[in-house]
């Protein structure tokens, strides 16, 4: 008897204990790394995630978000995650093949959607939850897809037909899909980390460029290029993905509200990633540095046609289950 509530003391003084050891040990610390600015859709999306994560778990869980690559740059902060030196990235899913994971490439293939309407119905439906799955035996979770937008192209000279890119070296982000797809243009592709392709720019090492506008305006790349081109040839979004083993051992009700609150992050982000590209262009309009070129219906004809054999040379790399799948939930 004695000794039964001698166990039942010293089990109460150890659960007590770990009590006030949780609370000495603070909020659960999220560090979510990301390397665009601030204001951009993600960079939004980022900091609204963390607000909507500290509000909803009443500060059991911190969010802090480093913006322009302060932590990590591209390649390095996929291995910080792995490592759990970070918990949480949105990487553009240009840059998810060193993970071992090609069939995010698919995303980089030119005019591969045709609108907005066709690239959600991939992401929100079973290709979309088929691709995050692939993230799992990496030991990484991936909890949705935000968005950014189609691609222009920028130089120092107009870009109207693919004879203008004869020769250019044109920085791009480290996807083999992305390389073929300037090779056929007949540029001479650069992968770089985004945080030094705006220097890259600026100091000549290479000529011109494909991203967003909202990516173009918030690194100032307009400044020192005069002419960019409404292109829309390729699109650029991104996975919001955690380090599964932190994820799979957070309290099952703090996962569940976090996941709640990077639902509603992504609704917000998908709101806004238009309307910021169609802000940045008008802004670089305004900047009056570039001049801006829309493409007639011959000059798009003449794109197409330049870019269509990157689906022949990169379907087996990326998978051709995954490429036809795309295609054929977009309706190609
Ligand atoms: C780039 O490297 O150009 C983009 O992936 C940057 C980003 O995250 O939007």
Known sequence: MQIKTL????LFVLAAAASVDALAQGPIVIKFSHVVAPDTPKGRAAERF?????????????????????????????????????QMLAPSLA??????????????????????????????????????????PKGITGLAFWH??????????PLTSPKDFEGLRMRIQASKVLDAQMRALGAQPLALAFSEAAPALRDGVVAGTENTPSNMYTQ????????LTLSNHGYLGYAVIVNKKFWDGLP???????????????LYEKKIAQRANDDAIEAIRQAGTTTIHTLTPAQQAEWRRAMQPVYGQMESRIGKETVRAILREVGR
Do not use: W
């Not at 079973?126 to 993230?135: A, D, S, V, W, Y």
């Not at 950014?148 to 000279?157: L, W």
């Open 7 to 10: 166990a039942a003391k010293a």
């Open 50 to 86: 963390k607000e909507l994560a500290e509000q909803m778990t009443g500060g059991q869980v911190k969010v802090e978000v480093y913006p322009n690559s302060q932590l990590y740059k591209d390649r390095e902060e996929l291995e910080a995650l792995q490592l759990g030196a970070v």
């Open 95 to 136: 840059k998810f093949s060193p993970l071992g994971v090609r069939d995010f490439e698919a995303f980089d293939l030119p005019y591969i959607f045709p609108d907005r309407a066709a690239l959600y119905k991939v992401t929100e439906g079973r290709i979309g939850r088929n691709l995050l799955r692939k993230l799992e």
């Open 148 to 157: 950014n937008g189609f691609k222009i192209m920028s130089a120092n000279q």
């Open 220 to 227: 100032r790349m307009h400044e020192t290029q005069s002419h």
């Open 252 to 266: 099952a009700d703090t996962r569940n509200t976090l996941a709640r609150a990077m639902r509603e992050a992504t």
